[in-house]
């Protein structure tokens, strides 16, 4: 069992629709979630961290952490053309570990 | 923001030959620096851990002389592929630990997409 899953889609949505990506992980020491997303060819960048359980609101982007459940979700209202790209959930915190543990990403495509 | 800056974004190498990608941090001092190749349609797998000044931490099966990664100052790391071949034809990207950010403070450089021929 990988320590995080998610569905790699590929997600193919009509603009303006509301997507929900999602991971779940295994590890309960985990403290911090991250939402990455990445544009082909490109780095990942930061779109929104929360530590331990809860939700957290920026703009049209909205994460949520369900620690009891380890589940984590990405939710983006009011899809654009220009939030097609590969959403990577990830995972840090682990005591004595300084690194992140990826999702397998969840390629995502608005359609216009 | 903290930027890395990674180059090349791209290059084409002869097999056998070796190729050197290089990160820098543009305005922070980068104590530890992460290195990942991503293969098409695949998340990123960590290959190794490098704090300035000492040797890296390679992940379970990674060839640590193929792979050789120099960290000789806080504002610069670099991967070099040695001995080139197709099958290390990869996306590799280098991430940076941000200093003040905790656990969330990851920056990645845009990436360079190795082919060798």
């Known amino acids: 069992q990988k320590e995080v899953e998610q569905d790699p889609g590929p997600l193919s949505v009509p603009e303006g629709a509301i997507v929900s990506l999602n991971c779940t992980y295994s590890n309960s020491a985990f403290q911090y979630f991250m939402w990455y997303r990445q544009y082909s060819r490109k780095g990942p960048e930061l779109l929104m961290y929360t530590y331990s359980s809860g939700n957290k609101e920026d703009g049209r982007f909205t994460a949520q952490v369900d620690k009891s459940s380890k589940y984590i979700s990405l939710f983006i209202r009011d899809s654009q053309p220009s939030d097609s790209a590969t959403y990577l959930c990830?995972?840090?915190?682990?005591?004595?570990?300084?690194?992140?543990?990826f999702g397998q990403g969840t390629r995502l495509t608005i359609n216009p | 923001g903290a930027v890395v800056s990674q180059h090349p974004s791209w290059v084409i190498c002869k097999s056998g030959t070796s190729v050197k990608i290089e990160c820098r941090s543009l305005?922070?001092?980068?104590?530890?620096m992460f290195w990942y190749r991503q293969f098409p349609k695949q998340s990123l797998m960590l290959m190794a851990t490098?704090?300035?000044?000492?040797?890296?931490?390679?992940e379970q099966g990674v060839e640590k002389d193929k792979f050789l990664i120099n960290h000789a100052s806080l504002t610069l790391s670099t991967l070099t592929v040695t001995s080139a071949h197709p099958e290390d034809s990869s996306f590799y990207i280098c991430?940076?630990?941000?200093?003040?950010?905790?656990?969330?403070?990851?920056?990645f450089g845009s990436g360079t997409r190795l082919t060798v021929v």
């Open positions: 991430s940076a630990r941000v200093p003040g950010q905790g656990d969330y403070g990851y920056t």
């Open positions: 490098s704090n300035e000044g000492s040797k890296a931490t390679y």
């Open positions: 990830a995972m840090s915190g682990l005591q004595g570990a300084q690194k992140l543990v």
């Open positions: 305005d922070f001092q980068a104590t530890t």
